[in-house]
């Protein structure tokens, strides 16, 4: 009787045993991970929802009477793009933020070094699931603003909506995972979020158009890539942007190739996250 040779057979000792992408185990990381975001959905998709709502109640009753246009649109109209897709970028950092930091607080990190899980297939299948979130409330966020009055939210150019919205999680959620592994407690993750991700995320066009601002400003917000999020997401509802369409697109993919990277030579070098 002959016996099933074992996977571990010609291997050398720390050679890896599993040939290929391990599809099981980057699935059930992935659905770890949205599992936890989605058992508290009224407060991971739902909530922002509200909270976007009320910005555009605000902003609407304060800069949006008199019949206002902004790149040739009216300003609610201008408005809403823009508070999508915020939305989607912060909850995307949120959720990417959270899962390391909170494994090294409870010392349950090993749960995600230990799985048979190469570098790449851990940094996906984090960032898969705070992308997921993102476009959960994007998704939630758009029903609420199609019953918004006089304010149409249809795209169109479905591609750059699809392709800006992505680009923009993407980022957000490899800020995210950098900030998991770099932070030692909850107030790292929340500094981060009110001094780099809040800041870049408001003065990046969502409430005015940057060509309204002194030419020294618009280089600046030219050299923030969350304006690039924004206008281009814009675009694909609008069709009107403050700048070339194509070079955001471009560049924010390179962009995140060059988060990518960091992300995997971090978690590959162990800092912060072995001991």
């Known amino acids: 009787m002959n016996e099933k040779t074992p996977i571990w057979a010609g291997k050398a000792p720390g ?38 709502l009320l910005y555009m109640v605000i902003f609407t009753i304060a800069l949006g009477r008199g019949d206002r246009e902004v790149l040739g649109v009216p300003f609610n109209e201008f408005l ?60 939630a966020v758009w029903i609420v603003m199609t019953l ?31 900030t998991s592994i770099w932070a030692e407690k909850f107030d790292h993750a929340a500094m981060v979020t009110n001094f780099v991700v809040a800041p870049l995320a408001l003065l990046s066009g969502t409430f005015y158009s940057v060509e309204a601002l002194p030419e020294t400003f618009q280089k600046i917000s030219h050299a ?12 694909g509802f609008l069709g009107v942007s403050d700048s070339p369409v194509l070079v955001g697109a471009i560049g924010l993919a390179v962009f995140n190739l060059f988060l990518f990277a960091w992300c995997y030579a971090l978690l590959k070098s162990g800092w912060k996250i072995r001991s």
Do not use: C
């Open 224 to 235: 923030n890539p969350f304006f690039y999020v924004i206008d281009g997401f814009r675009t």
């Open 80 to 139: 809403a793009p823009g508070l999508i897709v915020m939305a989607m970028i912060q909850n995307a950092f949120a959720n990417a933020s959270f899962s390391l930091l909170v494994g090294k607080i409870q010392g349950t990190i090993v749960d995600y070094l230990m799985p048979p899980l190469s570098i790449g297939e851990l940094i996906a299948g984090m960032v898969g699931a705070a992308v997921t979130r993102a476009f959960l409330v994007g998704g």
């Open 148 to 178: 918004w009055p006089d304010v149409s939210v249809m795209p169109v150019n479905l591609g750059w909506v699809f392709w800006f919205g992505l680009m923009g999680s993407l980022m957000l959620s490899f800020l995210g995972l950098l």
């Open 15 to 52: 050679e890896p045993l599993l040939d290929g992408v391990n599809w099981h185990g980057l699935k059930t990381l992935y659905a770890k991970e949205v599992r936890r975001f989605f058992k508290v959905q009224m407060q991971t998709v739902w909530a922002p929802s509200i909270t976007t």
